[in-house]
């Protein structure tokens, strides 16, 4: 089936540093979604990316839907201790109703 | 977009026992799916709920271990049947559809002893 390779797998570092996150799959996908998980929450969505190359901020959130439709990246500028948690990207074939494919998670640790 | 509801929010239950977990949506949506996180793990896709009619389910999950159900569309149900504590997970309900993606619920927190 489906893969999708998350990387890094955690990271710890200080606040106010920038932070990169990327996924990549060996298939296309439609769309790519990305994630942020709470201890003892569901994921909340992010982002979402629906056409290839477009880049798409939310706050200090920025990500873009790779040109190949393989990978996607997660950029958080000026970390805050809030941004602690484990961040999903997921992948979707074809419209919208379709099953997700997520990747490994990365834990995000910001010390203050 | 869509508001969606688990119950119940978390579960201690013995080997041997089932539990049933609601997902209320408070809108119409076109696709359900019930997902699974194992500890420190990704969510998996455990199935699809469709609405009237059997759920669709991925490989290596099966509907005598995960009956589901869907009798409209704001409403699904998930059992996990006869537990064990390999079955302590995170159970997660996602809906889809026009004008939602990818929204989910809260979760179930299931542990099995």
């Known amino acids: 089936g489906q893969q999708l390779n998350q990387s890094p797998q955690s990271m710890f570092i200080q606040e106010g540093e920038d932070v990169s996150m990327n996924c990549t799959s060996s298939?296309?996908?439609?769309?790519w979604l990305w994630y942020k998980q709470d201890p003892g929450e569901g994921p909340v969505l992010l982002i979402a990316?629906?056409?290839?190359?477009e880049l798409t901020s939310n706050g200090r959130l920025t990500a873009q839907f790779g040109i190949t439709r393989k990978d996607s990246f997660l950029n958080i500028s000026a970390s805050i201790p809030s941004d602690v948690g484990i961040y999903f990207c997921?992948?979707?074939?074809?419209?919208?109703?379709?099953?997700?494919?997520f990747g490994g998670g990365t834990r995000l640790m910001v010390k203050p | 977009s869509a508001v969606i509801s688990q119950k119940p929010s978390r579960d201690i239950c013995q080997r041997g026992t089932s539990l049933t977990i609601q997902c209320q949506v408070d809108?119409?949506?076109?696709?359900m799916f019930w997902y699974r996180q194992q500890p420190g793990q990704s969510l998996t896709l455990i199935a699809t709920?469709?609405?009237?009619?059997?759920?669709?389910?991925e490989s290596g999950f099966v509907i005598d271990k995960f009956p589901i159900s869907r009798p409209n569309l704001t409403f699904s149900t998930l059992t996990v049947s006869n537990m064990s504590p390999e079955d302590s997970s995170i159970y997660l309900c996602?809906?889809?559809?026009?004008?939602?993606?990818?929204?989910f619920g809260p979760g179930t927190r299931l542990l099995v002893l």
């Open positions: 298939s296309i996908f439609n769309t």
């Open positions: 709920a469709n609405q009237g009619s059997e759920a669709t389910y």
């Open positions: 990316l629906y056409k290839a190359g």
């Open positions: 996602s809906v889809d559809g026009d004008t939602t993606v990818g929204v």
């Open positions: 997921a992948g979707q074939l074809g419209n919208a109703g379709n099953m997700l494919t």
């Open positions: 809108s119409q949506v076109t696709m």
